[in-house]
Structures are given as C-alpha cells and as structure tokens.
C-alpha cells in the first residue's frame, strides 16, 4: 500500500466518522423529542384516570340512592334524575378507567 493510498483510506474515515457523529446527534435529538412526547401522555393518562375516579365517586353514590326503595310518587322525578346521573356518570368513569388501563 503506498502513501497516498493511505492517506485517501484516512481521509475516507475521517469523512465516514462526522456521518455518523452527525446520525448520532440527529438521533439524540429524536429520542429526546420521544421521552418528551411519552411524558405529556402519562400525564395526560393521570388528568384522565383522576377523571374517571371523580365520575365513579359522583355516580356510584347517586345511582345507589336512587335505587333505593324510599321515594315516594312525589319524589319519582328525583329518583329518577338520581338514576339517570347515576348511571351516565358511572359509565363513563368506568370507561375512562378502563381506557387508561390499556394504555
């Protein structure tokens, strides 16, 4: 191998070496917009699953109250606003519970 022959061997690492010194900074930058983007979503996944532990604990309570059997004829709009409340709040905390449970 002569000299020259070398020195363009060299040269070819050289340039070979700041390719990938630049591949690596690009894909440090993509990682650190990864671990971004997955830390918004589990804060995201904590507003939600506090959400649905608020609905559970709204609509279990008046579903159970409306279920009972204290109302009288008067009180049938009540009972059933109570159900109604009830039952659509505790659905939708227990989706939103599930949800965050899948993901």
């Known amino acids: 191998m002569t000299l020259?022959?070398?020195k363009q061997a060299l040269l070819s690492n050289k340039e070979d070496t700041?390719?990938?010194i630049a591949e690596l900074g690009e894909l440090y930058e993509?990682?650190?917009k990864l671990n971004e983007l997955?830390?918004?979503y589990?804060?995201?996944k904590k507003r939600l699953r506090t959400t649905a532990y608020v609905e559970l604990a709204v609509g279990v309570p008046c579903l159970v109250i409306?279920?009972?059997p204290i109302w009288t004829d008067e009180q049938?709009?009540?009972q059933n606003l109570l159900v109604g409340v009830g039952a659509a709040?505790?659905?939708a905390g227990g989706v939103g519970f599930i949800f965050t449970i899948t993901f």
Do not use: D, P, Y
Request: proline content about 0%; aromatic content about 0%.
């Open 42 to 44: 589990e804060k995201m």
């Open 89 to 91: 709040s505790t659905i």
């Open 38 to 40: 997955i830390a918004s």
């Open 76 to 78: 049938k709009n009540i």
């Open 66 to 68: 409306g279920c009972l």
């Open 18 to 20: 700041s390719i990938v």
């Open 30 to 32: 993509k990682v650190k």
């Open 4 to 6: 020259k022959e070398l």
